[in-house]
């Protein structure tokens, strides 16, 4: 498909959706988190094909760790043609649907890191992105300040979504990251350790469209400072982050880089 088809498409499938930025629809005020998950329990078999409507999905991937990854990665190797654009799962569903979309047009995957009170709202976008294709991970319950918080206040934020996940895929997701911040702080980190992430996944180039520069901006920013094994940091909930998806990956293809999950990066 060419850039100027890809652009076509993703315009009609993303429709009024893109009107506006929803930057902080991941926030809430509900009540204490639940606690720590335990780990996933196994799944039954999949019945006989007569009873195919009543099987269960799989379990989701989950969390493993990387040897030689520092607990938390930044960035993936730099001598392969590989980089991670990586997703806050959070903002209108549509506009969520609609990058979903585009990128798998485009054979990239990517890596969605989604806060659980947003999966709350919209459940059906964990199997949605596991089906694509793509990680899914954690990025807090309610997406706060999660370095200003307190041991057992931080522990719920991670706990509270993992449980989500657990939930609704068999599995607390492939990685965790910390919300409001780039770098978790070493309690953040042994917190996540502790509810079953071995790393916690930061990223090395911000987009900036949670700014919302203009869709030319977003690429601009993004084009003059990927480099081999990059992790990009992007958002669902922001229509200049639709717009500037094809141009962006456009961009990828020209240099050889490959778009692929962050678990297939470290890989």
């Given at each position: 498909?060419?850039?100027?088809?890809?652009?076509?498409?993703?315009?009609?499938?993303?429709?009024?959706?893109?009107?506006?930025?929803?930057?902080?629809?991941?926030?809430?005020?509900?009540?204490?988190?639940?606690?720590?998950?335990?780990?996933?329990?196994?799944?039954?078999?999949?019945p006989s094909p007569g009873r195919a409507r009543d099987a269960r999905p799989a379990a989701a991937p989950a969390a493993r760790r990387f040897?030689?990854?520092?607990?938390?990665?930044?960035h993936g190797p730099r001598d392969r043609d590989r980089v991670a654009l990586t997703f806050h799962g959070a903002g209108d569903p549509a506009?969520?649907?609609?990058?979903?979309?585009?990128?798998?047009?485009?054979?990239?995957?990517?890596?969605?890191?989604?806060?659980?009170?947003?999966?709350?709202?919209?459940?059906?976008?964990?199997?949605?992105?596991?089906?694509?294709?793509?990680?899914?991970?954690?990025?807090?319950?309610?997406?706060?300040?999660?370095?200003?918080?307190?041991?057992?206040?931080?522990?719920?934020?991670?706990?509270?979504?993992?449980?989500?996940?657990?939930?609704?895929?068999?599995?607390?997701?492939?990685?965790?990251?910390?919300?409001?911040?780039?770098?978790?702080?070493?309690?953040?980190?042994?917190?996540?350790?502790?509810?079953?992430?071995?790393?916690?996944?930061?990223?090395?180039?911000?987009?900036?469209?949670?700014?919302?520069?203009?869709?030319?901006?977003?690429?601009?920013?993004?084009?003059?400072?990927?480099?081999?094994?990059?992790?990009?940091s992007l958002h669902f909930g922001y229509a200049d982050t639709v717009a500037a998806l094809p141009a962006l990956l456009d961009d990828l293809?020209?240099?050889?880089?490959?778009?692929?999950?962050?678990?297939?990066?470290?890989?």
């Amino acid at each position: 498909m060419t850039p100027i088809d890809r652009r076509r498409a993703l315009h009609a499938g993303a429709g009024v959706a893109v009107a506006g930025a929803l930057a902080t629809s991941c926030a809430d005020d509900g009540g204490p988190a639940p606690a720590a998950p335990a780990a996933p329990a196994a799944l039954s078999p999949a019945p006989s094909p007569g009873r195919a409507r009543d099987a269960r999905p799989a379990a989701a991937p989950a969390a493993r760790r990387f040897p030689g990854r520092p607990a938390q990665i930044t960035h993936g190797p730099r001598d392969r043609d590989r980089v991670a654009l990586t997703f806050h799962g959070a903002g209108d569903p549509a506009t969520a649907d609609a990058l979903l979309t585009e990128a798998e047009r485009a054979g990239a995957r990517v890596t969605v890191l989604a806060v659980g009170d947003w999966l709350d709202e919209h459940p059906r976008f964990a199997r949605r992105i596991l089906d694509g294709g793509h990680d899914l991970g954690n990025h807090t319950r309610r997406h706060l300040a999660i370095n200003e918080m307190s041991e057992a206040d931080a522990y719920a934020e991670i706990t509270g979504c993992a449980e989500r996940l657990r939930r609704l895929t068999g599995s607390i997701g492939t990685w965790f990251r910390p919300s409001r911040t780039q770098y978790a702080t070493p309690l953040v980190i042994r917190l996540a350790r502790r509810a079953g992430y071995p790393h916690v996944l930061s990223y090395d180039l911000d987009s900036l469209d949670s700014t919302s520069p203009g869709a030319t901006a977003v690429t601009r920013t993004v084009a003059g400072r990927i480099q081999r094994g990059s992790v990009v940091s992007l958002h669902f909930g922001y229509a200049d982050t639709v717009a500037a998806l094809p141009a962006l990956l456009d961009d990828l293809h020209r240099r050889g880089l490959r778009a692929v999950t962050t678990t297939e990066l470290l890989s």
